[in-house]
């Protein structure tokens, strides 16, 4: 196989979610895994809607997930391209010019359903002589032009969905002109992918629809068809679609919430595939599973409590060098030690300054038996503490008091932490060390 070219067109009408991603990076580790090139292409096109601050936004985020582009390319910087695949289409008779109304075509779509026959476009604009079409736009019409679809089955091998085909003979031709000019989707998309060499258009299910009027303008353009991929899209829990107006599950937010990107592409790309949705922290190993003959058909659920069980799994396995410039960002960087402590408890990176100030303190203590805890604080043991030291004390404090188990750990833990839950105390205890154990364990804060 030659090396691949694929891409994530997105339109930059809002921020990203993790449907987009899934797109993203199922084309970016693909593109990775075959040493191929990554496209990131900007439909903007509508150019009332595609605001800058988004296409920002979108290269951000990729960058924060690890697969920014290879190649950038924004569609209103190409209209020169469309314009040329126009002309030549109306050369060849296969864009021509339609000048019905929205409420004529809408009259008969009702009438041709009242009838029992499908609602598609029945060419009455192929009749209209030169004569017709200079009458009516001297009334003032502007045409639209449509794609003179071919009646014949297109077939095509897709490599997560098998063997596909549509009767394009059920199909009306599409629009892909505008009355002011201004292009659909189709045409542009179309004509990127040839400009570009697309060899392989790997997007969601919800475009299937579009793929046989696609590969009959790749022909009508005598390109090369490239090789399609429609996976499954991700809905949410309750089964509902995703969207911009998710703002919660944007990349933005979910970045700002502090998840991991690590944890946002591994449930992206496995999620609905026949490998088990978990942790992986390697990228080029996330790539290595992806296999679009394995993607389910089914849409597959975002679970939002799934991502985060596997941001804190990543989490826990986390070495030290990999978060010390982040703890030391947030005031928070106790070393390896303190690292190695906490990550087990730890479901975000940034919680990690929430133990750090009970290690450094101060803390309100809190103790409900000062006559316990007055004869624990004097069984603390001479530094230097290392992680044996939890045990030794408790020991003691067991056979000097007679109080054992939870009776005997939790209040320890509330006068040294003031919490009730948290990291194991023999590697936090070291820690804290015996000035602050002892100043806590009188009561006062430190």
Not at 339 to 367: C, F, H, S
């Amino acid at each position: 196989m030659s090396k691949p070219i694929v891409r994530f067109a997105p339109s930059p009408t809002g921020h990203i979610h993790i449907g987009n991603t899934r797109v993203a990076f199922l084309n970016a580790l693909f593109a990775r895994r075959e040493g191929g090139t990554f496209v990131l292409r900007f439909d903007d096109t509508d150019l009332a809607r595609s605001k800058k601050e988004y296409a920002d936004s979108i290269e951000t985020d990729l960058a924060w997930l690890g697969i920014p582009p290879d190649i950038v390319v924004r569609q209103s910087e190409r209209f020169d391209l469309y314009d040329d695949a126009a002309e030549r289409l109306k050369a060849v008779g296969r864009l021509y010019a339609c000048y019905e109304t929205p409420e004529e075509l809408e009259f008969r779509r009702k009438r041709q359903l009242a009838r029992g026959l499908p609602p598609i476009y029945d060419r009455a604009a192929l009749k209209l002589t030169d004569e017709d079409r200079a009458q009516l736009e001297a009334e003032g019409r502007r045409p639209h032009w449509r794609f003179r679809l071919d009646h014949e089955t297109i077939a095509w091998d897709d490599l997560v969905r098998g063997a596909c085909h549509v009767d394009c003979g059920s199909l009306s031709d599409p629009v892909l002109v505008r009355e002011d000019g201004t292009y659909l989707y189709t045409l542009p998309s179309v004509v990127d992918d040839i400009a570009m060499t697309m060899t392989h258009i790997i997007r969601g299910e919800d475009h299937v629809t579009n793929t046989a009027v696609q590969i009959q303008i790749f022909e009508a353009l005598g390109a090369k068809v490239p090789t399609f991929a429609h996976h499954s899209l991700l809905i949410t829990a309750s089964g509902e679609g995703l969207s911009k107006r998710l703002g919660h599950l944007s990349i933005k937010g979910l970045r700002e919430a502090g998840l991991e990107p690590q944890a946002v592409a591994s449930l992206a790309v496995l999620v609905g595939s026949a490998e088990a949705v978990r942790p992986i922290a390697d990228l080029d190993e996330l790539a290595r599973l992806i296999d679009f003959s394995h993607i389910s058909r089914a849409p597959a659920k975002f679970d939002e409590h799934e991502l985060e069980q596997l941001n804190a799994r990543l989490i826990h396995d986390m070495p030290y060098a990999a978060v010390r410039e982040r703890l030391a960002a947030l005031d928070a960087d106790g070393g390896e030690a303190f690292w190695n402590a906490v990550r087990g408890n730890l479901t975000k990176v940034a919680e990690a300054a929430e133990w750090w100030t009970v290690v450094r303190g101060p803390i309100v203590p809190v103790i409900s038996d000062r006559a316990f805890i007055e004869d624990a604080r004097n069984l603390l043991p001479p530094a230097p503490w290392d992680t044996t030291t939890w045990k030794t004390w408790t020991e003691a404090v067991k056979t000097a008091t007679g109080v054992k188990g939870k009776a005997l750990f939790m209040p320890l833990r509330m006068a040294l932490t003031g919490l009730d839950h948290g990291p194991e105390l023999g590697a936090l205890l070291p820690l804290i060390g015996p000035e602050r154990a002892r100043a806590r364990l009188s009561g006062d804060a430190a």
